[in-house]
């Protein structure tokens, strides 16, 4: 959970630590929960009578982040509506609405106020004490607990002292979106990088082949190769998906075309991209995939723009490297990229 909570707020654009606190006062528990069916579930009903969801959010606020955010939240989260009613679990809203009993969503909508509620306080200036105080205040409606009057407790210090203690950045400052979907939340990891295993899979290490075994035949395995991830669609299908240019932290990014690879052994195709950001080259592999190359090759092509689909040979799944200012980097880790 705390992987997402970094990963909504790298695309937002506030600290982590800012919503980590936020969270952590709300539900520490359930921050620290480690066990996986929780957060798969992206569902928590709890109430105060006034306030719902994780996060507690009062319905009012809840749908007014929604209205204040909506573009943004169509662009980088797909999310075109906006339901403030805590609904039966076998019975929930679709994902394309922001919904107060979602995890997710709640962490989501956390991170837009936090954001919303910066701008108008002190605009692109600091995040410094007073701020990230007057945040907490905004947030909770007062800044000492459990009496706003007598306190003993301050919200804002509470907040504050996470946002000192706890400030977490990827390697690259850069956060960008899963290739299986141009808003990238629909994507599941089916085998993670050497260094970071998921589903007891990691690229080169636990769970991988042995570099010996046909079709690896290429040892040793390289950084690239180790830096990797495999992913299908969240309902854990990998044929014929449709492949996306991604975004880049948030922003729609000008990739060209740099080449098409044939992998042996029905592997399907790779195609290659570069895009320059923020001073940063980024280049982008995206393998096993249908086609040899986009429909355009002889122009920059746009973040969110379809370039493929993947390939339906044995074990279909989309397999993307990626390699920043020329070296290989963890695209979970480091930037956020499919981030569960």
């Not at 993947?310 to 799944?317: I, V």
Request: net charge negative.
């Amino acid at each position: 959970m705390a992987q997402y909570v970094e990963s909504v707020s790298a695309k937002v654009g506030v600290p982590a630590a800012v919503v980590a606190g936020i969270m952590r006062v709300e539900s520490g528990g359930k921050l620290a929960r480690v066990d996986p069916a929780y957060f798969a579930s992206d569902y928590d009903d709890t109430s105060s009578g006034v306030a719902y969801g994780i996060m507690q959010f009062t319905p009012g606020t809840f749908l007014g982040t929604f209205a204040r955010n909506a573009t943004e939240l169509n662009t980088i989260f797909g999310k075109t509506d906006a339901r403030a009613e805590i609904d039966p679990q076998q019975n929930v809203f679709p994902t394309n609405y922001l919904r107060i009993y979602s995890i997710r969503d709640s962490i989501i909508a956390t991170a837009f106020k936090v954001k919303n509620d910066k701008q108008s306080i002190n605009g692109d200036g600091p995040w410094d004490q007073a701020t990230v105080y007057e945040i907490a205040r905004r947030y909770y409606g007062c800044l000492l607990y459990p009496s706003c009057s007598d306190g003993p407790y301050n919200y804002g210090e509470d907040v504050w002292r996470s946002y000192s203690n706890c400030q977490a950045a990827p390697a690259t400052e850069l956060a960008i979106t899963c290739p299986l979907d141009p808003i990238g939340n629909t994507a599941f990891v089916t085998c993670g990088t050497a260094a970071r295993p998921v589903n007891l899979c990691g690229h080169g290490g636990l769970g991988y082949p042995a570099c010996t075994q046909p079709p690896y035949a290429v040892c040793p395995y390289s950084e690239q190769l180790k830096n990797a991830i495999d992913v299908v669609s969240r309902n854990g299908s990998g044929v014929l998906l449709p492949v996306y240019l991604p975004l880049i932290n948030g922003s729609v990014a000008q990739w060209r075309f740099e080449g098409g690879l044939s992998i042996p052994l029905d592997g399907g195709w790779r195609q290659m991209y570069n895009a320059e950001f923020n001073g940063h080259s980024i280049n982008l592999e995206l393998t096993h995939l249908s086609e040899a190359r986009p429909g355009q090759i002889d122009a920059p092509i746009e973040s969110k723009t379809q370039v493929a689909t993947t390939y339906s040979g044995g074990n279909p799944h989309l397999h993307i490297g990626v390699t920043v200012d020329g070296k290989p980097v963890d695209p979970i880790a480091d930037l956020f990229m499919c981030a569960q």
